[in-house]
């Protein structure tokens, strides 16, 4: 199996958006600096593309995910940052999946989030 290697960057190392930057900090997010091994297409719909990969947690156990990138996120962050917030306030809920934090991967257009695959 192949896995997308990750180094945990951290909120203090900017996501090279200022608005992100500010989330991250104010919500204890992690901000993923991804090297892509493998990841798979799932689908496109209106609001954005998503794929899926395996990530390895600095633990080393390897961890399903979905990455999630929005359409003009680069055009609408206020309003991608709106619906994580929200998304965010409701971790604490059984039925919510779980939010790893945010990338950007050369190659693929924009902000991508990083959540459980359920």
Excluded at 60 to 85: A, D, M, Q, S
Excluded at 107 to 115: L, R
């Amino acid at each position: 199996r192949l896995y997308i290697q990750h180094r945990l960057v951290g909120p203090l190392v900017p996501s090279g958006n200022t608005l992100l930057d500010e989330f991250l900090n104010e919500w204890t997010l992690k901000w993923f600096t991804l090297e892509i091994k493998d990841i798979t297409y799932l689908d496109k719909g209106g609001n954005g593309t998503v794929y899926k990969s395996i990530i390895k947690l600095e633990s080393g156990e390897p961890v399903n995910v979905v990455l999630k990138c929005h359409n003009n996120i680069n055009e609408n962050i206020n309003e991608f940052l709106t619906e994580w917030k929200y998304h965010k306030d409701c971790l604490y809920s059984s039925a919510i999946i779980n939010l790893h934090g945010f990338t950007k991967i050369s190659g693929i257009d924009g902000y991508m989030v990083i959540m459980d695959y359920a």
